[in-house]
């Protein structure tokens, strides 16, 4: 669990950073976010270079996009989130929280680094993680503020869950798995990019059972062929 506790730490050291020597530039706030939406877009499209199957990709977007507008989950997660968005006025602590799980937990480091941290004490992974997510937290928090800082418990969950799960959940290491799971979570990052940036209002968080349906799809199609 290491590596976890270092990644965990680093979003909320970056997330501390970006609230108190980034966020009083809040004449320029349009300026970060346009700079890191822009970023986010690009890292979302070029994640998708290694799919295996756009069949597969676009099928569990579909149809994990419909089962979380069913069940709202953007909705329940602004629910969840609205006490505090009372508490501190003017944070847009959903958006934040949003954005920045989506950025820190989804994605191929995140599977691997947690496998190779459980499996073989290998920590290398999460420790470069750490790095990139400390400086995308400092950018997220000057720009949506708290939410910024739940992300940090979602990183503790899941990457700490593969890690202690990480014999039974070690086949998705498999190319097979791995890289439409990449291109998936690449696509809900893209989808964040076009929302930080005004582009397209997705409700980002309603496309996130997509990444259990690839899974699945993808053990399917394993299973048949």
Known sequence: MLGVYVNTLAVL?????GLVFIKPLQTYRHVITESVGVLVLALGIYGIKDMNSPAIVLISLLVGGLIGAVMDIEGHLGRLTQSLQQRFQGQQITEG?????TLFVVGPMTIIGS??????????????????????AAA????????VF??????????????????????????MYVNDFSAVGNLLIAMIGLRMLGIKEIKVGNYLPALLIQIFLAWLVGALV
Do not use: E
């Open 13 to 17: 050291a970056g997330a501390f950073a």
């Open 115 to 136: 496998i190779n941290a459980g499996l073989m004490k290998d920590y290398s992974i999460l420790f470069l993680k750490s790095v990139m997510d400390g400086f995308s």
């Open 97 to 101: 929280f949003v954005y920045a799980t």
């Open 140 to 147: 997220l928090s000057a720009a949506y503020g708290m939410g």
């Open 150 to 175: 739940l992300s940090a418990l979602a990183v503790l969950i899941v990457q700490g869950a593969i890690a202690l799960f990480s014999a039974q959940l070690s086949f998705l290491q498999l190319p």
